[in-house]
């Protein structure tokens, strides 16, 4: 039977991995490695980077594959997406069938977390109750975005007795939510908390976090909107990417 390991090596930094991720790291015959193009390559090397600190053995192989593009959202940002999902999870039926042998574990690992905004634990579920291959597979949590953001910002999520609320940049677009007083931000390509500016917020944002590359920017938000806004456009374009986080928290809950 062949294994599948699901790995989360955390938010940037080889520090980030945990013990459990390492003990997973070191029963794997083979490392599937998604190649997402050039400007994405410094992904690639921490994964290579992590691969070769932790990993006792030189007995592994690294099979990378290129990542296939999203389409253009079009009417559907859920269709999308799905279909995003559906090249990806060709990518991994022949991954699995091509270059694992019977009786071999290979892994695919995930930045962060897999179980937080990520479709790696998706496509791997999908392909084993297809029933066309045989295989178990397991989950390792990591340290996400979302964790490491706020022990550099050394701000808890929560204010005591209240909810947090994790949502995307679409999502915060429609507005602060009313009945939370936290709300944590993955994926905003457009800057959405522009559209809730004129809320009493603080934001605690944070790019590449757990990298050499970190910045970290925290402050009223009407204060600081247009300096994240600035280092943000800049280190895109220096960098051809962008990977951040932030944490909006209402200026009376603060405890």
């Not at 892994?107 to 066309?132: C, E, H, K, N």
């Amino acid at each position: 039977m062949k294994r599948i390991l699901i790995i989360g090596i955390g938010a940037g930094n080889p520090d980030y991995v945990t013990m459990q991720a390492v003990k997973a790291l070191n029963q794997v015959d083979v490392f599937f490695v998604m190649d997402k193009g050039e400007a994405k390559a410094k992904l690639i090397e921490l994964r290579r980077e992590i691969i070769e600190r932790y990993v006792e053995n030189s007995d592994y192989r690294i099979v990378e594959a290129t990542s296939p593009e999203r389409r253009p959202d079009g009417d559907s940002y859920l269709g999308a997406v799905e279909q995003l999902n559906r090249d990806k999870q060709d990518i991994f039926e022949h991954l699995i069938a091509d270059a694992l042998a019977d009786g071999e574990c290979g892994a695919f690992l995930v930045w962060g977390d897999p179980s937080l905004y990520d479709s790696t634990m998706r496509i791997v579920a999908s392909i084993a109750q297809s029933g066309r291959h045989a295989f178990e597979y397991e989950v390792i949590p990591g340290i996400s975005s979302v964790q490491a953001l706020a022990a550099k910002h050394r701000i808890a999520l929560n204010a005591i007795g209240k909810s947090v609320t994790i949502t995307n940049g679409r999502g915060i677009a429609q507005g602060f939510p009313s009945n939370v007083d936290s709300v944590v931000v993955m994926l905003d390509a457009q800057n959405a908390f522009r559209h809730v500016i004129d809320e009493d917020v603080d934001i605690y944002w944070g790019a590449y976090v757990g990298t050499p590359d970190e910045i970290l920017v925290s402050g009223k938000l009407s204060d600081v909107a247009d300096e994240i806004e600035r280092v943000r456009a800049e280190a895109r374009d220096r960098e051809g990417w962008m990977m951040d986080t932030y944490l909006l928290k209402r200026r009376q809950s603060q405890s």
